[in-house]
Structures are given as structure tokens and as C-alpha cells.
């Protein structure tokens, strides 16, 4: 059954059907599979790319769901995205249109990254330390005091970062 969704998240979708086909490539050992898959590949980026473009440029690019997880500043400038020109989008909030256009594309750039973490099974709202800490302690069991040597830190501050992220993840 067709979902809709924004410009951003169906690039996502294709970026994955593009992992999955080069992970079929690999795996397949019939030489005309191969070429059918490298060319479906290259076909897929391409698509992938226009779309991108189409959700950089777009007025209706950025989902209702996808607003609650941005700045203020970033949402604002999304939300008027959604009906007005760059340029307008700049008169109403008082700035450049080269201004607005670098929030704008700050924003689809952070809800890329947002969407790379879901497929992860990372929690969205986590700081970039926040997710080193995640994938090293929650994932590959790593000891908090290795971790803070890794991160040159202490092992208090890291213990601390880990409860802040088991209560995001037990939200």
C-alpha cells in the first residue's frame, strides 16, 4: 500500500534499494545478473540524486513528523519552505535568501543523518558523542571505562551520558 511521504524520506528509501541491489550484486555469481544489477545500481543513484535536488528545492519537501525533530530555526525557515520561494522566506524572516538557502539545506543534511540513525536503530535525538557512546556501550558492550579512554574523557561523564541515553531509548 503507497505512503506518502517527503522528498527526504523517499531518498532515504532509494539510498537503502541501492545498498540492498550492490549487496545482491555481490553475492550473485551469474555474470548477466551482475551487469543487470550494476546498471538497476546506477539507475537508482541517479533517481536518488534528482530527488535529493527535488527535496533541497521543493516547497512541500519536509513531513509534518520529520519538523518536530529540527531546531527552531530550522523549522521555521522548513515551515515557510513548504509555501513560499527562498526569497520570500527571506523578507519574512528578516534574512538573506543565501542565508535562508543554508539553513534549509542544513536541515534536509540533519534529516538525512535523522533517517541513517533510524535505520540503525539509533535514537534520533542523540548528540554525535551521544551516539559514539550508544554504538560502543549499547551495541558493541564496550566498558564505559574504555570508552571514556577512547574519547579522552572520564569515566563519570561517560557513565552519566550512558543513563541520559537509556532514558531516551526507554521513552
Known amino acids: 500500500m503507497f505512503q506518502p511521504c517527503s522528498w ?19 553475492n550473485s555469481d551469474i555474470v548477466s ?6 546498471d538497476m545500481i546506477s539507475s537508482m543513484k541517479f533517481a536518488r540524486k534528482e530527488i535529493e535536488k527535488k527535496a533541497l528545492y521543493d516547497l512541500g519537501s519536509v513531513s509534518e513528523s520529520e519538523l518536530k525533530l529540527l ?17 520570500k522566506t527571506a523578507e ?12 534549509h539545506k542544513r536541515a534536509l543534511n540533519k534529516l ?3 533517517h541513517s540513525r533510524l535505520r540503525s536503530g539509533i535514537p534520533p535525538e542523540l548528540t554525535r558523542q551521544q551516539e559514539i557512546i550508544f554504538m ?3 551495541v558493541k558492550k564496550r566498558p564505559p571505562a574504555w570508552i571514556a579512554k577512547k574519547l ?10 550512558i543513563k541520559i541515553i537509556r532514558n531516551l531509548v526507554e521513552k
Open 8 to 26: 527526504s524520506e523517499l531518498a532515504a528509501q532509494y539510498r537503502r534499494t541501492e545498498r540492498d541491489l550492490a549487496a545482491a550484486r555481490e
Open 33 to 38: 545478473d551482475h551487469e543487470l544489477l550494476t
Open 71 to 87: 531546531t527552531l530555526q530550522e523549522r521555521q525557515v522548513a515551515e515557510l519552505r513548504q509555501k513560499y520561494n527562498c526569497k
Open 92 to 103: 519574512i524572516l528578516g534574512r538573506s535568501a543565501s542565508q535562508v538557502h543554508v539553513v
Open 112 to 114: 538525512k543523518r535523522i
Open 136 to 138: 560502543l556501550y549499547f
Open 152 to 161: 579522552k574523557t572520564s569515566i563519570k561523564s561517560t557513565e552519566n551520558q
